[in-house]
């Protein structure tokens, strides 16, 4: 769809020069301008890889270890040919930002094991893995340690028999909005059974979801606010209620209201030590 990123927008222009795989040590170095082969590990704080292509030749294409990375304009894809690869890995106590990068034959394009991490006008399409049994998913969100993560206005293009297009296990703070999402046997998954912890303040808003094998939505043990996403025709998904309330997509159970209660009276005399008294005796019958 015209409005959101493609192979036009994403990825690398000009010439690159050759490289070999990189390990960025150096709080604020700056890698620009290379067609790398291996891969590129950031170590430091507050590196920029931009512009770049790298082709990963074993498990991972970019590891990211430092804190407030920048990785633009990069494409990245494996060439791994025993296994599967990571594209982006956020691992670690890092943190960061991936931009309008071209992400594909990976077989998890972002993966993301920390906090404070943006994922936004990426195009990640064509995941591939040459592994035995391969888990193929857009981005996924490790359980149990991701939170403060925001992936917005990305196109994240799947095939209805893979895993997904973004995943996630217990997590906190995350918002997923305004993408194009297509794929997945689910699409997108919000599942609180994998990780330590408790899901909280995660949000799938207007976003728009093309095919998928069973459904737009999983949502495990958790109540994620959804609301305003669509289908590529502009009709609201199913499993969201209007206005948006997350895994409680059916209406609340109608409580009856109690039935009339019946009331009856008795009086009498009673004679206790000689002393005569008058008794009144009220009973309150509950209708069932």
């Known amino acids: 769809m015209s409005s959101f990123p493609d192979e036009t927008s994403t990825g690398t222009t ?47 294409a970019v590891i990211v270890k430092g804190a407030n990375a920048t990785i633009e304009s990069c494409e990245v894809l494996s060439e791994y040919a025993t296994g599967g690869s990571k594209g982006v890995q956020f691992d670690g106590p890092s943190s960061g930002v991936v931009r309008r990068c071209d992400i594909h034959d990976c077989e998890d394009a972002i993966y993301i094991g920390t906090r404070n991490v943006t994922i936004e006008d990426n195009y990640i ?11 193929i ?19 994240v293009h799947m095939l209805d028999i893979e895993n997904s297009c973004v995943t996630m296990g217990v997590v906190q703070r995350v918002s997923v909005e305004n993408n194009h999402l297509v794929g997945g046997g689910y699409t ?4 609180a059974r994998h990780g330590e912890g408790t899901t909280a303040d995660v949000q799938v808003i207007n976003n728009t979801f093309g095919s ?7 949502i495990e043990q ?25 895994g409680e997509v059916d209406p609340p159970p109608v409580v009856e209201p109690p039935p009339e209660s019946e009331v009856a009276e008795m009086t009498g005399e ?3 030590a000689g002393i005569s008294y008058d008794v009144k005796l009220t009973l309150t019958s509950q209708g069932t």
């Open 14 to 60: 000009g010439t690159l020069s050759k490289s070999g795989s990189i390990d960025a040590r150096t709080n604020g170095q700056v890698i620009e301008g290379l067609d790398v082969t291996g891969y590129v590990e950031i170590g430091a704080d507050n590196v920029t890889l931009k512009n770049c292509r790298v082709r990963a030749t074993s498990w991972a």
């Open 125 to 135: 399409h064509d995941a591939h893995s040459n592994g035995s049994d391969p888990h």
């Open 222 to 246: 958790c109540d994620p606010y959804i609301a305003g996403n669509v289908d590529e025709n502009g009709n609201p998904i199913p499993g969201q209620a209007e206005g948006g309330n997350g």
């Open 270 to 272: 009673i004679v206790v």
């Open 137 to 155: 998913d857009g981005i996924q969100l490790h359980g149990g340690v991701s939170s403060d993560i925001t992936i917005r206005h990305n196109a």
């Open 188 to 191: 997108v998954y919000v599942d």
């Open 212 to 218: 998928h094998n069973y459904g737009c939505l999983a």
